[in-house]
């Protein structure tokens, strides 16, 4: 069965300091993996893409890899600031493009 | 920038009624989702519409819900006869190309649903 696990639940940090958010897929066939940012009350909004040829991709402070072989993927937040507080969601998606979300990592940045 | 837009943002309905929700997605994408997210719950997906039809239904997708794009711009859900658990945050999204592996999935604002 197609999941997407991610690890941890929730996580508070100091502003200023980074973080790292965990994703384990078992997709298959295999297509791409996203990270998406989700504010509250709103819709996700896409962060990085990364395809199975791909190791590393950054947005800003944003920066995720892809571990194929493992089926694992990372984002790390760098020198968090109290904006980053929100969902962040992993997604793999198939080769047919349907997506398997995952349940979310809830992300707190306090002053 | 372009966006998706949905309307409206929140909607209280009673249980048995229709309800309609409206979403108008970016103007030259060709690819069209419903995705739900109950509360405290991951987003799941409904359904892919294109070239007027549905692409692709989850098992949630079922004969209570329809999709329809009416006229050039508006993408629409319809819940016939709503129940309690339909009660979610209804997300709209669009794309630009088919079968594009890396393609990008915008998504809407969203819509409260909420059925009493």
């Known amino acids: 069965k197609n999941q997407v696990e991610q690890s941890p639940q929730s996580l508070i940090i100091l502003e200023g300091k980074n973080c790292t958010l965990q994703c384990n897929y078992t997709v298959s066939p295999f297509s791409n993996l996203r990270w998406y940012k989700q504010d509250t009350g709103r819709g996700p909004v896409s962060l990085t893409i990364m395809t199975f040829s791909e190791n590393t991709k950054s947005n800003g402070r944003y920066t995720a890899t892809l571990d194929a072989d493992t089926k694992q993927s990372s984002l790390h937040i760098t020198a968090s600031q109290l904006s980053d507080s929100a969902s962040y969601i992993c997604?793999?998606?198939?080769?047919?493009?349907?997506?398997?979300f995952g349940a979310g990592t809830q992300v707190v940045v306090t002053p | 920038e372009p966006e998706v837009t949905q309307t409206p943002s929140h909607q209280v309905t009673q249980m048995g009624q229709e309800v309609i929700l409206r979403c108008v997605p970016i103007s030259n994408h060709l690819y069209f989702y419903w995705y739900r997210q109950i509360l405290g719950q991951k987003v799941e997906f409904l359904v892919s519409f294109y070239n007027n039809e549905i692409s692709e239904k989850s098992e949630i997708f079922d004969d209570q819900f329809s999709v329809e794009r009416p006229d050039g711009s508006n993408f629409t859900l319809k819940i016939r006869s709503t129940k309690l658990e339909d009660s979610a945050m209804y997300f709209c999204a669009s794309s630009e190309m088919v079968q594009e592996r890396s393609n990008e999935q915008y998504f809407g604002p969203g819509t409260r649903l909420t059925v009493t």
């Open positions: 997604v793999a998606t198939d080769s047919w493009g349907k997506f398997q």
